[in-house]
């Protein structure tokens, strides 16, 4: 019988710009910042240094300037491990996969406590130098990349064809923009707080069409660390924590697009992913308190909410713009103001996901408080949500 | 020749990298004719060309005409470009479904964005350095006829 695992601390840098030039004189570097935080998730979980014995890390950007970064920290931190110490990476969902490295060392009994944890620094390089690297991670590069495709491209495209099919309109889907920045208000981790109308929204230049410059993600640096422990630990410690209840993984076999024509825009991975973890919670959409899924622009907020049972097909933009997926709506989606608004350190955004729903389920979410918060949903994704990693979370007092 | 040809005067901004396999892809479309792979084991084609069928990984394939006919699953246009695209920004971008039921994504060349599921055609783009390819509307809504007749 697998172990049940728990999320008992985390720390994390505001999301923001937080990379220096490299002709700086004075340098803010990645071991540096993630250590801070790795000592600070510990005393947030209440757990000793020699407790851990295993670091599960998202791979740093290229940009790191220290390689091998995962074994570089536990060098630095002074930590044996007796579990595994690795360096997982996957596109936006590489934080997600690292999560589950230190889950699985720990469900396998491998150690009682665990760290996932990772840091993301790119600011400092430019988006168009960013971009080459970028637009190579996402479609075929011999075969989609020589049109000039982009990442965030494909989610237009995803826009698009839900305009078209479901009757919707920009507006429903700029209002997904409008909600996430109140949302982020209210979250001091967040990148942009300052409320916008959907009238900024819609007439801020256009990026990829139909989608303008607030419907996009930002690029982020970001870090956080999270402190994993097997249910028996987290239960002796006598605080609240967050259990894992229900976790699937999905992928269609296919990346951006199926070559077989098939519904794009019905996310099959997240559907799939997420009946799974259901299935292993035990629980439905509507038992679901709050949801933080990994969307980096509105129409894929709305997209996943339909496929995580959220709202019916062809819905999720209209319930958003009427104010549902809001906090004090009937389902708050992405109360941290989401990946256009908290921001978007790619490899470490599924961390702080984590972070928002160990908030909530803690009741210490502040301002942003979902009332009588019990059971929350995670997603991660690979591609045009080609693959989806889904959890389903649940507050233990 | 299956596919109307048109001309470019300039180089390819990310050119695609060629393999054993692949070139003769890339050399037919030089030459105006669209085809791929085809399974001999299960008679489907693939797209884009692979030297085994990702259906049922049989490497027993041959090389088969494509038709250059289908329609807009949905299309974008991009304006935050990569370095090698910026002086090409804005350009629009689109997903077809072939009529012998094969999605691609490539260029859309059209002032006017079309409607979605519009009829498209494929048409081989001749770069200095090479070839691409590109989806374009056909000129009129009704295409019944013209469909059935080869391209003059
Ligand atoms: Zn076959």
């Given at each position: 019988m697998p172990k049940a695992v728990a999320i008992l601390g985390a720390a994390a840098l505001p999301v923001g710009k937080w990379q220096t030039p490299s002709d700086s004189p004075t340098q803010l570097l990645e071991h540096e910042v993630l250590a801070s935080l790795v000592v600070d998730a510990t005393r947030d979980g209440g757990v000793e240094r020699t407790d851990i014995g295993s670091l599960a890390f998202s791979l740093p950007r290229p940009y790191t300037q220290q390689k091998y970064f995962g074994t570089f920290m536990a060098n630095y931190l002074r930590l044996p491990c007796g579990a595994c110490v690795s360096e997982t990476m996957g596109n936006g969902m590489t934080a997600g996969l690292a999560f589950e490295a230190a889950c699985n060392e720990i469900r396998l009994g491998r150690t009682k406590v665990a760290l996932a944890l990772g840091i993301n620094f790119e600011t400092a390089t430019s988006a168009a130098e960013h971009m080459m690297r970028s637009m190579r991670t996402t479609g075929d590069v011999d075969f989609h990349v020589p049109f000039g495709f982009t990442p965030i491209s494909w989610y237009a495209m995803d826009a698009a064809r839900y305009i078209h099919e479901f009757k919707s309109s920009r507006e429903e889907l700029a209002s997904v923009a409008v909600k996430n920045r109140r949302h982020a208000s209210l979250n001091p981790l967040a990148q942009f707080r300052k409320p916008i109308t959907l009238e900024e929204v819609l007439s801020q230049a256009p990026i990829v069409e139909p989608l303008g410059l607030y419907e996009v993600p930002p690029r982020s640096d970001g870090a956080v660390c999270l402190v994993l422990a097997d249910e028996d630990v987290a239960r002796a410690s006598g605080r609240p924590y967050v259990r894992i209840r229900g976790r699937g993984f999905y992928h269609e076999g296919a990346h951006q697009i199926n070559e077989i024509p098939n519904d794009m825009i019905a996310l099959l991975a997240a559907r799939t992913a997420g009946r799974s973890a259901y299935e292993e919670a035990g629980v439905t959409p509507e038992d679901i308190d709050l949801a933080e899924v990994y969307a980096p622009c509105t129409i894929i907020e709305v997209l996943v909410s339909e496929a995580l049972g959220f709202a019916p097909r062809g819905k999720g933009a209209a319930m958003a713009k009427a104010g549902e997926t809001t906090l004090g709506g009937r389902i708050p989606i992405c109360t941290s103001g989401g990946l256009q608004s908290r921001g978007h350190p790619a490899y470490v955004t599924p961390f702080y996901s984590f972070v928002e729903v160990m908030d909530q389920l803690r009741n210490r979410a502040g301002q942003r408080q979902v009332q009588n918060a019990r059971l929350a949903v995670t997603s991660a994704e690979l591609g045009n949500y080609n693959a989806a990693l889904v959890h389903v979370f649940e507050a233990v007092q | 020749m299956n596919l109307p040809v048109i001309s470019i005067g300039r180089k390819r901004s990310f050119p695609p990298r060629v393999t054993a396999h692949t070139e003769r892809f890339w050399r037919s479309l030089e030459n105006g004719q669209f085809e791929t792979s085809q399974c001999n084991d299960c008679g489907k084609k693939t797209f884009p060309?692979?030297?085994?069928?990702?259906?049922?990984?049989?490497?027993d394939l041959t090389w088969a005409p494509l038709g250059r006919f289908g329609r807009l699953y949905s299309q974008t246009v991009i304006h935050a470009a990569p370095a090698v695209f910026r002086s090409e920004a804005p350009y629009r971008v689109c997903i077809v479904d072939l009529d012998e039921g094969l999605r691609l994504a490539t260029l859309l060349m059209a002032d006017q964005p079309p409607v979605l599921d519009a009829r498209l055609e494929i048409v081989a783009l001749r770069y200095l350095d090479g070839p691409l390819f590109a989806a374009r509307p056909l000129?009129?809504?009704?295409?019944l006829v013209s469909e059935l007749l080869p391209p003059s």
């Open positions: - | 060309p692979k030297p085994f069928c990702p259906h049922c990984w049989s490497k000129p009129h809504s009704s295409h």
